[in-house]
């Protein structure tokens, strides 16, 4: 099969770890420090709530894109190594794709 997997496996790994990493790096408290800090007193929670919101979802849809590509690139992989006698659907797909972000919720 060569190198290709290995690097496509490689490749998910570090992406992987830059999306379940980001939160973690501290430059994203001044979006809490400034929603709390330059806001009036009856804005400040709903502001903050609002922030951490988009800051996970702006996370989350950097996940979702690599967890796509990774089950496509593994039917892929099926696909070849059958020569081509293995039928894709989107189905297969889909559920291949719920379960990895079903192990991303599990490890993170």
Sequence with gaps: MGLL??????IFCVGFSLTVLGPAIPTNGGLFYYANYYRPENFRVPLSFI????????LSSGLIPILYGFSVQIFAAVNIAMDGGFEITNPKIFGVFVGGIVFATIIT
């Design 5 to 10: 997997p290995c690097c496509r496996f490689f």
């Design 51 to 58: 922030a951490g919101c988009s800051n996970t979802f702006g």
